[in-house]
């Protein structure tokens, strides 16, 4: 759990995830949901326009997550998304600058989110379950996809716990993340979740073409799309 946490968030402390960390994602992923909610609703409380709520609720996020996934949806956008070869997508991935292609993925996305946050009543078991299900489907990335790298990499530590474990794991997390969901906001969350677990799932078919299949990056990338993804389904008229 500690691991998780330290890998996941700026809480913790600094730590080297095992084979064993990712049982503890979909947990860690509803309890930072339920902090980026409090601060949602809480400020819903405090201001009278949406838009505040809705900035400070993309901002708790950044902040408690220190932009780790955001950064990972940046690199991935600039490995997948050009026409280059197969190596040279992971070679950019790795690059410590960022190109167009990420840089237009990350406004994009944090414009969807904040359109989505302001457009709903805050909904704090809504964000739970939805986070919990985005960290659940980055455990299900593994047991989808092979790892890209064949030189190996920090994300190939997860592939300790087994395919079987992780897939468990998974499953899991997702079925208590549309719960929690479904409990807040009714139908719009049980949308939300499958909407995470869509664009999680074409995510992972993009790399597993383009790349060979997971990285790090890919990951995180597709924890914020599947959030992202649910966030503006659930704002729709259900």
Known sequence: MRKALGFLT????????DGRTMRWFPAVGAAIGALVGVVWWGAGKGW????VPAALAVVAD??????????????TADGLLPHL?????LEVMDAPDLGAFGVATAVVVLVARF??????????????GIWCASRSVMVLGPVLVPYARAEGGLASVFLGDGPLPLAVTGIV????????????????GVVAVAGVVLAAAALYALANVRLGGFTGDVLGAAGVLGETVALVLATAKW
């Open 85 to 89: 070869p197969r190596r040279r997508r």
């Open 173 to 188: 997390g997702v079925v208590a993340g549309g719960a929690l969901a479904a409990w807040g906001a009714g139908v719009a």
């Open 48 to 51: 009278t326009s949406p838009l």
């Open 62 to 75: 950044l902040g408690l997550t220190g932009m780790l996934h955001l950064d990972g949806l940046a690199d």
């Open 115 to 128: 359109a989505a946050f302001s457009s709903i009543r805050p909904d704090i078991a809504l964000v739970a």
């Open 10 to 17: 700026l809480f913790g402390g600094a730590s080297i995830p």
